[in-house]
């Protein structure tokens, strides 16, 4: 088992171009979180997945931010239109059921230029 | 709403130091309670967590107890080593329906050989 990956690690745009980020949980976890991260401050909730429903959304994620997660395994987050203010590190976690334990990953670096 | 607040960093110690990290938390229910730790250039790490009143989480040195009356989780370790530098983030997590973790900002610790 390699872990939560996410791809990219790094990326760069420019305002108003979209953007999309892909998720791999654990293989066997049915639960998937989103989470954003700003230089300073700790990982804030953005939404979360049991198998492909899409539960909880937090009101940090605008009309401009989708997640799917199509077919229960990895997901995807897509910010369109992006500002500045985007920037930051986006972090997915996965668990097993609830209550157990959130597995994170390295996350992906977001620089809106 | 629910919230966790931790003692504001950087927090610089000697090698064998002691350390002590605050964490006070707000919650309208009885969440469990976690302390996570992101070493440099890796994920968040799962340190330890306590579920319910008066249990003690425990791991590589590090202990928090789950103080009910006071809404408290410090971190504690009796001998800090410089491989113990680190961001810690103290969070809480409702389980079951709720999914996402809340997390304080994160403390520091940086130490010195």
């Known amino acids: 088992d390699t872990g939560v990956s996410q791809d990219p690690r790094h990326k760069i745009t420019k305002r108003g171009q979209n953007v999309t980020f892909r998720c791999d949980p654990i293989?066997?976890?049915?639960?998937l979180y989103w989470y954003r991260q700003t230089l300073g401050q700790g990982p804030e909730f953005l939404t979360y997945?049991?198998?492909?429903?899409?539960?909880?959304k937090s009101r940090l994620l605008s009309d401009r931010f989708s997640a799917e997660r199509p077919k229960g395994s990895f997901s995807t987050l897509e910010i369109q239109r992006t500002e500045q203010g985007d920037s930051a590190m986006y972090l997915c976690?996965?668990?097993?059921?609830?209550?157990?334990?959130?597995?994170f990953g390295p996350g992906t670096r977001l620089t809106v230029l | 709403g629910d919230s966790v607040t931790q003692m504001e960093g950087p927090v610089t110690l000697s090698e064998e130091a002691f350390l002590t990290i605050n964490c006070t938390y707000t919650?309208?229910?009885?969440?469990?309670l976690f302390w996570y730790v992101q070493y440099p250039g890796e994920g968040l790490q799962l340190l330890l967590k306590?579920?319910?009143?008066?249990d003690k989480g425990s791991n590589k040195g590090f202990e928090a107890t789950y103080r009910k009356e006071t809404t408290s989780f410090h971190l504690e370790k009796g001998s800090v080593q410089v491989s113990d530098s680190a961001v810690y983030f103290c969070?809480?997590?409702?389980?079951?329906?709720?999914?996402?973790?809340?997390f304080g900002k994160g403390t520091k610790l940086s130490v010195k050989p």
């Open positions: 997945f049991q198998n492909e429903a899409q539960l909880e």
């Open positions: 976690a996965s668990s097993l059921g609830w209550g157990n334990e959130q597995f």
């Open positions: 306590a579920t319910k009143a008066d």
């Open positions: 293989s066997e976890h049915n639960r």
């Open positions: 969070a809480l997590d409702y389980g079951g329906s709720q999914g996402n973790l809340i």
């Open positions: 919650a309208t229910g009885y969440p469990s």
